[in-house]
């Protein structure tokens, strides 16, 4: 069964400092991982997908990378700010359609 | 397009109750599924779906029942509701093999069973 970890549960960083959010798996053979944000009492929001044959993908202040032999995806978050304050999810499918979540980094970045 | 929409926002049931959390996408997605999300459990996939009139079971489908006859249209039975599943259920739908399979999720509806 996959298992996703995501280190470290909780971060808090003054506004300005870049955010390096981790996630690990238990098994390479991915489909595709993808990054959510939630706020809370909110839905997840997609913020990044990257395939299995990708190494890393970009979208603003975000980039995520994916190593896939050694089970490890991380997220940066570039010069965060205090709306960037949230819990950040990391989901990973394998060859099926089933998704397995990590329990989340809550990040807060202080003014 | 509103993508994936979910009612009610809000239920309160007595253990026993049955009812039905609705959830719909107009992005004309194969795929559709149903999690809840429960502290320190992270999300857990209850029931999916890969196309019209085909569902399948996920991790934690006791007491859940769902139906897909149309691609929009995702709802899942709570059959008898018991206080263990209180918790917040998100519907996510995404497209198939073809596509990126990138996963869009719905607002939530945040269930308590008294």
């Known amino acids: 069964k996959q298992e996703v970890t995501q280190i470290p549960a909780a971060l808090s960083v003054p506004e300005g400092e870049n955010l390096v959010l981790n996630c690990s798996f238990t098994d390479s053979a991915i489909y595709n991982l993808q990054w959510f944000r939630q706020d809370p009492g909110k839905g997840l929001t997609s913020l990044l997908l990257i395939q299995s044959s990708q190494r890393e993908q970009t979208s603003g202040r975000l980039n995520a990378s994916l190593d896939k032999s050694s089970g490890r995806s991380t997220l940066y978050i570039a010069a965060s700010q205090p709306g960037d304050s949230a819990t950040y999810l990391c989901a990973v499918r394998p060859n099926d359609y089933k998704l397995s979540f990590g329990a989340g980094t809550t990040v807060t970045v202080r003014a | 397009n509103a993508g994936v929409t979910q009612t009610p926002k809000f239920q309160v049931l007595k253990t026993g109750q049955s009812m039905t959390l609705q959830c719909a996408q107009d992005m004309n997605h194969e795929y559709m599924s149903w999690y809840r999300q429960d502290p320190g459990m992270g999300l857990r996939l209850i029931h999916y779906?890969?196309?019209?009139?085909?569902?399948d079971q996920g991790e934690v489908p006791n007491g859940y029942n769902v139906s897909r006859s149309t691609t929009e249209d995702f709802p899942l039975r709570l059959l008898s509701a018991a206080p263990s599943q209180t918790s917040v259920y998100f519907c996510?739908?995404?497209?198939?093999?073809?596509?990126?399979?990138?996963?869009?999720f719905g607002p939530g509806t945040r269930l308590t069973v008294t």
């Open positions: 779906s890969v196309g019209a009139g085909i569902t």
């Open positions: 996510a739908s995404s497209y198939g093999k073809d596509r990126s399979y990138e996963q869009y």
